[in-house]
């Protein structure tokens, strides 16, 4: 049995085992429940509080962080509107920039199209200019070519050929005959007869001279050898050595522009020369006929004296030798002066085909000029591009945000 005290009455009882298990379980259940509730009460207080304080921590932290990211924001925002500034100033500097090169650019398209027309303004003058003067240089020269130095404004041939002779006469053919052929009993006569005498008053040369010369404006144009037969038969009908046609004919033939033409395939010692070979000619011949001359009376002196005339005929052979190689020698020189005319003649005319190609080339250069836009000078330049096309995106803005106002 076990003794229980009332803790109301302070009275003992006594109950079995049993009773005090039952009592004892009841007592430690009520107290357990009490236990349990106080401390479920206690941990719905220190939960409750916890959460206060926890709510109140997070609070707080909330607010430090709402401060702090509002501190965050107002710093952002400064960043971005220094960044926005520094933008605005980056893009103002830049269509400066590009403005100015754009004005730079087009200053120097309009400043290269002033020099370019000065430019093509002086050398068209210079052109036309050097291409007068060409001109009128080949035209001089090719006049020269037919003429050389004839002079022949206002003279005829036969007076030019008479002016030559009488200016060396007294000089070079002191006791020559040199007249016109006035004697026409025969039908026919020549235009100039030349003699030349020795000391002794012996003729030992004689040449018949026919001059032809014909207007560039004849319809029918002659040949040299239309008149060959007849001048022919008047040197034989006076009784002239030589025949020498003087002859402005055939002015573009090569055979009688390289000087004196031998025509003795036609008839004996005949010859062809333009007018600058008209004293040429009677000096050759006249020459040969004294040294002949010499040679004949030193011939008779020494049949005369019946001497050996071998070593005379050497000479002789020396002497017709010497004479060709005199005469090869004048031709190749006025051949060579021909030619050297042909060759100035030819340098002018490659003068004024450059001078053509020059202006052709002028005419090229102004119409690529005329193509030059802002598409081609920036083509294969991507920099300039973007820029241009940045100015041009900039300037629409600039245009819509002041329509906007």
């Known amino acids: 049995m076990n003794e229980i005290i009332c803790p109301h009455c302070h009275k003992a009882f006594k109950v079995d085992e049993s009773g005090y298990a039952d009592l004892l379980k009841q007592v430690r259940d009520k107290e357990f429940n009490k236990q349990l509730h106080d401390r479920l009460e206690a941990a719905e207080r220190d939960k409750a509080n916890a ?57 120097k398209l309009e400043t290269t199209e002033l020099q370019k027309s000065v430019s093509e303004q002086e050398l068209r003058t210079q052109f036309e200019l050097r291409l007068k003067d060409r001109e009128e240089e080949i035209i001089r020269l090719r006049d020269m070519k037919a003429k050389l130095s004839t002079k022949m404004v206002g003279e005829t041939l036969e007076q030019h050929c008479e002016t030559e002779f009488n200016r060396l006469r007294a000089t070079a053919f002191p006791r020559a005959y040199f007249e016109k052929d006035n004697d026409a009993r025969t039908g026919s006569k020549g235009d100039y007869i030349f003699r030349d005498y020795d000391e002794a008053g012996t003729e030992y040369v004689s040449i018949m001279f026919d001059m032809k010369n014909e207007d560039d404006r004849t319809a029918t144009k002659k040949k040299n050898e239309d008149f060959l037969k007849e001048l022919d038969r008047d040197r034989n009908e006076k009784g002239c050595e030589y025949a020498v046609l003087v002859s402005m004919l055939e002015p573009d033939s090569d055979l009688f522009n390289t000087g004196i033409v031998d025509m003795l395939h036609r008839y004996p010692k005949m010859y062809v020369v333009r007018p600058q070979f008209f004293i040429p000619m009677i000096t050759l011949l006249r020459n040969a006929a004294q040294n002949s001359a010499q040679y004949k009376s030193e011939l008779a002196l020494v049949r005369a004296q019946n001497i050996d005339i071998t070593n005379f005929e050497d000479k002789l052979e020396k002497f017709k030798d010497a004479f060709g190689r005199n005469y090869d020698l004048a031709s190749r020189q006025f051949q060579k002066a021909i030619d050297e005319i042909d060759k100035s003649i030819g340098n002018l005319q490659k003068t004024k085909d450059a001078l053509l190609s020059a202006g052709n080339n002028l005419r090229l250069a102004n119409e690529k000029a005329q193509d030059v836009t802002i598409k081609r000078l920036t083509h294969k330049n991507p920099t300039m591009k973007q820029k241009f096309a940045d100015a041009r995106t900039s300037g629409r803005q600039s245009a819509d945000e002041d329509d906007a106002d």
């Open 51 to 107: 959460i206060e304080l926890e709510r109140a921590r997070q609070a707080t932290l909330q607010q430090q962080s709402v401060s702090a990211l509002q501190q965050e924001i107002q710093q952002l925002k400064g960043q971005l509107g220094a960044f926005d500034t520094q933008r605005q100033l980056a893009v103002i500097q830049a269509v400066n920039a590009i403005e100015k090169e754009r004005d730079e650019l087009r200053g």
